[in-house]
């Protein structure tokens, strides 16, 4: 039988990508329904709101992808499949993208923290997926 265990590395993923769900979820309802209980949220970062204003009701949608993806990745990760594996590798490389892209073309030198920190974690996850792939065991 195959024993199917996950380190916690893995674990603390599981746990970053279900937050990052939930930040989707809880900002999907501070745009659905503004002035609400959630407006406080945007004193975190007041240009975000604004930001997502500009894009309109599609904030929503892709606020919705966003979380979706994350919940997935999490799921998947929770249960030690590949897919997970591979869908938080994705997530993380969008996300990479988009930091870069927010350093280069808004001069925002903050998104560069990102860079290294979802650096690691697609290398923990690589890593991960070929030590699983070369003992023929679950993802650990």
């Known amino acids: 039988m195959n024993q199917r265990h996950r380190f916690v590395g893995t674990t603390l993923l599981v746990i970053f990508f279900a937050a990052g769900a939930l930040i989707c979820l809880v900002t999907i309802l501070a745009l659905a329904f503004p002035g609400g209980f959630l407006e406080p949220i945007w004193r975190l970062k007041p240009e975000a709101r604004v930001e997502f204003q500009k894009i309109g009701s599609w904030s929503v949608a892709l606020m919705g992808v966003a979380g979706a993806a994350c919940g997935l990745a999490a799921a998947g990760l929770a249960k030690n499949a590949e897919w997970g594996r591979r869908l938080a590798i994705g997530v993380l490389t969008v996300n990479l993208v988009g930091d870069s892209l927010n350093a280069l073309l808004r001069h925002d030198a903050r998104t560069l923290i990102g860079l290294p920190i979802g650096g690691v974690m697609i290398l923990y996850l690589v ?14």
């Open 127 to 140: 890593m991960n997926g070929r030590a699983a792939r070369r003992s023929g065991s679950a993802l650990i």
